[in-house]
């Protein structure tokens, strides 16, 4: 039973520290041209799984994305955005 135990606490704990941080991507979305449209493209990467926040700002024309990269990657968050009719890059 002890060995049982101590089996279990070791892949607990590597499961644990296998497990990704959040991690923050800038991308440029140049082809923003009005106020809704940094709606739409929160909506759109929202969507996308592992995403847990989205900043999208007009003015600059980027979004700023946190997301959980063992659920997901920048090319899934680009790939929403031209979804959405925005096409953006990292910066």
Do not use: H, W
């Amino acid at each position: 039973m002890n060995k049982f135990l101590a089996v279990l606490a070791a892949a607990l704990l590597a499961a644990g520290s296998a497990s990704a941080a959040p991690r923050q991507v800038t991308l440029s979305v140049p082809t923003m041209d009005c106020d809704t449209c940094p709606i739409t493209i929160r909506i759109a990467l929202m969507k996308v799984p592992g995403v847990s926040r989205a900043v999208v700002s007009y003015e600059r024309r980027n979004a700023k994305v946190t997301f959980d990269d063992a659920k997901t990657d920048v090319a899934a968050l680009t790939k929403a955005t031209e979804a959405a009719g925005y096409p953006s890059f990292p910066e």
